[in-house]
């Protein structure tokens, strides 16, 4: 039998098959040189081997097979995105224990009893457990989790304030009723949901292109399409930007279906993991909501995907596996036939030109649901403004904020940019403190005390001298962070309750979720966030968002920096004024209130943006007209990076052969990180040629020095 295994050895080896035998997609152990590994039967053997010398197939672990679709699937993502194929395994088998026969485990919950003696540390283990909703936990989980040895959750047992109990490891979900509480739609969404039920009725493959403006009610809308499918027996999958994967959408399920849907993300726990996988496989989930890697998930019966805020750029996988959640979730329901739905006020370039070619269908919802208005858009010119340089809000914005304090209403400063000051710069010769390893400045985080790398992570303490010249005390922040915008704030609006939201303040997932739960029940005046605050959340009291810099995003070279901006800015401003009664008001403050995006932004003529952004990518063959592929060779020795870099650059017949240009060796943007040198070649192509056979023709070429690694980016979102 040929085994893949989630080894990097890029083929398919011959076993002989166990006493028994196996099918294809069997989950097996083999042994590998003097280790056992983990492996999928992928077909039957290529031969030619001396059936005498055949090592044999240890056993077949006890988990549903891979299906024949997942094979499909991953075979097709490793071709499309010249990801080896043990790496896409790696991607679909991310279950831990996923070999352990059913068993039963030894799980805590709180017993509602207060324990006579209550330390500090058993305090923080009753926190944890009320964290999880009452859900049981394991001991390894509940001791991490509240930072404790196991011996205090065991006192905490005998003094008869958390239960042991046995349970069965894996359990199914609660099923969820389509018909539980009916959501009467309005407007466009009555024929909207229609169509999509129509889709997921069709049984087979379709794409369509939901869009609407933030709060038009699109998620109502899609959950009718998972209504349909939950009557039809099939499985519904949403994917969602983790951030946005909070209790609110949880809990909007519950409301709807009587249940909450199985969650798959970074922050969920071994144990719930290990459960989903295994009741995916078996059908003993319907409804998944999860992050990207949801879509390798085994589902037995898939019948609808949903991707929400489909032009969210944490879609895209930019270590390891370089995917794009979005184009694989329209690949996996292609192969499965069943509709994909993609949902945005302000979706991709790819997603609208596809829409406007026919390619998906397209369905809009025009306002925003019921009475609740979309925000009033005003540019504030900051030129004539003279702002002092350690001051961001102009005048007329702080106005803004001063009378929604006065009547109860929140207010939120948009900037996204983390930590405090992005440059440090000696005052005394005008050195600026960069990365030790990287080609990047250092960016001041005074909430952590230190200067922090944004490329490799690396800090190191705020010198008190110069690094370069030696003076001391000289050493000064230029530019701000939301951390010395919330300083600026503090200052004008002494009385006022201040949260900043961003991803480095908060230890866990968890924590950030609940600080947003927390502002969205009005426990914060003015609210100072990057771009995290721009997905999903709703806050029924905010109805003021001021934009620090809308010019942020349009220094950059990068092709999609006006895209971007748009997106970013229309989906902040969208957070204003989502309740009925009060009327939202989004302030941009720029420094170039002619630019045509600012313009673009301003004006509320989306389709002419769209037209005008895709007219510009037209002529310049640029995606989705013509087709990208990052080439990113990295290595400790930089005279290395740059021959071999050279030298595909001249070995190019392949990429001749279909009409492809190459383009470089150039360092990259951020030349160095992680003490390892970068240069990118860059391939451009037309739309219809065969991209990836000549791309891995190219790269089969060159012989790679053993130091060097190359990594291929097809689609490239960022140009780091
Ligand atoms: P979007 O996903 O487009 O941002 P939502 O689906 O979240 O919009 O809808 C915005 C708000 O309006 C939500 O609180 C939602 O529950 C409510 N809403 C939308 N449509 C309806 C409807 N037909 N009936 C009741 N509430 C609705
Ligand atoms: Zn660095």
């Known amino acids: 039998m040929g085994v893949l295994t989630t080894e990097p050895l890029g083929r398919v080896l011959d076993y002989r098959a ?33 059936a005498a010398k055949l090592r044999g197939i240890e056993r077949v672990l006890d988990a549903a097979p891979m299906r024949e679709e997942m094979r499909l699937f991953l075979a097709r993502a490793a071709d499309y995105t010249l990801t080896p194929l043990p790496a896409m395994l790696r991607l679909a088998s991310r279950a831990p224990g996923l070999g352990e026969p059913p068993a039963v485990r030894r799980v805590y919950r709180a017993s509602g009893h207060e324990p006579a003696r209550l330390t500090e540390p058993r305090q923080r283990v009753l926190d944890a457990l009320a964290a999880y909703g009452g859900a049981p936990v394991t001991l390894a989980e509940l001791s991490a989790e509240a930072g404790v040895t196991s011996s205090v959750v065991k006192g ?5 304030a958390i239960v042991e109990e046995e349970a069965p490891r894996d359990l199914p979900y609660p099923p969820l009723d389509p018909g539980a509480a009916p959501v009467r739609l309005e407007g466009d969404q009555v024929a909207a949901a229609e169509a999509l039920v129509a889709a997921v009725a069709a049984d087979s493959y379709s794409t369509t292109l939901l869009k609407g403006v933030t709060g038009s009610g699109k998620t109502e809308v899609y959950l009718e399409a998972v209504a349909e499918c939950l009557r039809r027996g099939r499985q519904a999958l949403v994917l969602l930007p983790e951030i946005a994967l909070t209790s609110e959408f949880l809990a909007r399920v519950e409301a709807r279906f009587g249940a909450r849907p199985a969650e798959w993300h970074s922050g969920v726990t071994a144990t719930e993991r290990r459960r989903l996988w295994r009741m995916v496989s078996e059908g003993q989930a319907q409804f998944v909501a999860g992050a990207r890697s949801a879509l390798f998930l085994p589902f037995r019966d898939l019948g609808l995907v949903v991707v929400d805020e489909e032009h969210d750029t944490s879609y895209k996988q930019e270590e390891g596996a370089l995917y794009n959640a979005r184009d694989m979730a329209v690949l996996r329901a292609s192969i499965c036939g069943c509709p994909a739905v993609l949902a945005s006020a302000t979706p991709s370039l790819e997603s609208w030109v596809n829409a406007a070619q026919g390619r998906y269908a397209r369905l809009d919802l025009g306002a925003r649901f019921g009475a609740a208005e979309l925000p009033e858009m005003h540019a504030i010119d900051l030129r004539p403004e003279k702002l002092p340089a350690n001051r961001w809000i102009s005048e007329a914005l702080a106005r803004s904020v001063e009378a929604r304090i006065a009547r109860g209403e929140q207010s939120l400063l948009f900037l996204n940019r983390r930590g405090y000051a992005p440059v440090t710069i000696c005052r005394a010769c005008g050195h600026q403190i960069g990365c030790d390893h990287c080609d990047a400045r250092m960016v001041e985080h005074r909430f952590q005390k230190r200067l922090v790398c944004h490329q490799c992570g690396a800090t190191k303490p705020m010198p008190e001298a110069c690094p370069s010249c030696g ?6 922040p230029v530019g701000p962070g939301v951390e010395r915008l919330a300083e600026e704030v503090a200052d004008r609006f002494p009385q006022a309750r201040v949260a900043v939201l961003s991803s480095d303040l908060f230890g866990s ?6 600080q947003i739960a927390a502002i969205a029940e009005g426990g914060a005046d003015i609210i100072i966030g990057t771009q995290i605050v721009a997905k999903g959340h709703n806050f029924p009291l905010l109805t003021l968002v001021g934009v620090i810099d809308a010019d942020l995003g349009l220094q950059g070279s990068d092709l999609r920096a006006a895209e971007r901006t748009f997106q970013l800015v229309r989906q902040v401003a969208g957070r204003a004024g989502r309740s009925a009664g009060r009327r939202g008001v989004a302030l941009v403050q720029t420094c170039q209130p002619e630019h045509p995006v600012i313009r673009a932004i301003l004006g509320g003529d989306e389709e002419a943006f769209w037209r005008a952004e895709a007219e510009e990518r037209r002529v310049a063959g640029m995606p989705p007209y013509g087709r990208l592929a990052g080439i990113i060779l990295s290595s400790p020795d930089v005279a290395q990076v740059f021959e071999t870099g050279a030298e595909l650059a001249r070995a190019d017949a392949p990429l001749r052969r279909i009409g492809a240009q190459v383009f470089g060796p150039a360092p990259a943007p951020i030349a160095r990180v992680r003490g390892r040198h970068r240069v990118r070649l860059l391939v451009k192509a037309g739309k219809g040629a065969p991209l990836q056979a000549a791309l891995a023709e190219w790269i089969a070429q060159v012989k790679l020095p053993a130091a060097l690694r190359l990594a291929v980016d097809i689609d490239p979102q960022s140009f780091l």
Do not use: H
């Open 156 to 160: 905490l047992v005998k003094a008869g």
């Open 18 to 50: 166990p006493e028994g035998g196996c099918d294809p997609g069997d989950y097996v152990v083999v042994p590998l040189g003097p280790r056992r590994v983990m492996g999928v039967v992928w077909g039957p053997g290529e031969g030619g081997f001396d």
């Open 471 to 476: 003076v001391e005390g000289r050493m000064a």
């Open 509 to 514: 997932a968890r924590a950030l979720k609940e």
